[in-house]
């Protein structure tokens, strides 16, 4: 069976700067799609980022990027410039690509805090 | 376009009563997904549905628990005879099509169940 681990329960940054968040998964498929939702405090789910295994191209959105790695199954988000609104829980995802199978497994979450 | 909808957001229930949680997916959608989220958790996925049709409730517990997607109206997650211990989040999403590369599935609000 699939499982998605986050390592890291709660990670803080600076205003501005950098952050990664880490993401580790273990699966003996070769073809699937991994996903960063992130959860403010509002609860709502929102989906940030999405990376198809098949794709050797880091998947970008503004100042949302990963770093995937297939080989170590490895799947960490980079948030440039951090911003106050994105303080929230960040779930590392994972769905198989088989038609039989499009349960998302998610990780227990990483608590983001931006302090201004 | 207006995203998936869930209602009520919060519903407080008595152990022994039934609680109904509402979920209207986004436009265009026809297939529907229930997670649930513990405290301190990621999500567990409990059942998907298609229009009429239940295709994969493995994650939903044997008793009183049932989820229906009727033709017309939202689907619904119907718990009877509620415990202390399904006191949890709630989250409906909903997708166009699961097989595809775009079959990324959109989360619904939740609804926050509490269990007195």
């Known amino acids: 069976a699939q499982t998605v681990t986050q390592s890291q329960p709660e990670m803080s940054v600076q205003e501005a700067e950098t952050v990664t968040l880490s993401c580790t998964y273990d699966?003996?498929?070769?073809?699937?799609?991994l996903f960063w939702y992130k959860q403010p405090p509002s609860r709502q789910m929102i989906l940030v980022i999405r990376?198809?295994?098949?794709k050797q191209q880091n998947a970008t959105e503004n100042r949302f990027s990963v770093n995937f790695q297939k080989a170590a199954k490895s799947f960490s988000l980079k948030i440039s410039d951090s911003q106050l609104g994105d303080a929230a829980m960040y779930f590392c995802?994972?769905?198989?690509?088989?038609?039989?199978?499009?349960?998302?497994?998610w990780g227990a979450g990483t608590k983001l805090i931006i302090k201004p | 376009n207006a995203g998936v909808m869930q209602n009520p957001r919060h519903l407080v229930r008595r152990r022994g009563q039934e609680a109904r949680l509402r979920c209207s997916p986004m436009?265009?959608?026809?297939?529907v997904y229930w997670y649930r989220q513990l405290p301190e958790e990621g999500l567990k996925f409990m059942v998907y549905?298609?229009?009429?049709?239940?295709?994969?409730e493995s994650g939903m517990p044997k008793e009183r628990f049932s989820a229906e997607f009727p033709k017309e109206g939202p689907s619904i997650l119907r718990i009877q005879q509620v415990v202390r211990g399904d006191s949890a989040a709630y989250f409906c999403?909903?997708?166009?099509?699961?097989?595809?590369?775009?079959?990324?599935?959109?989360f619904g609000p939740g609804t926050r169940l509490t269990v007195l």
């Open positions: 999403a909903s997708s166009p099509e699961p097989y595809t590369s775009t079959d990324t599935q959109y």
């Open positions: 436009k265009g959608h026809s297939h």
């Open positions: 549905l298609q229009k009429e049709n239940i295709i994969d």
């Open positions: 699966t003996s498929e070769s073809d699937y799609y």
């Open positions: 990376q198809e295994a098949y």
């Open positions: 995802a994972y769905r198989s690509a088989r038609d039989s199978n499009y349960q998302l497994i």
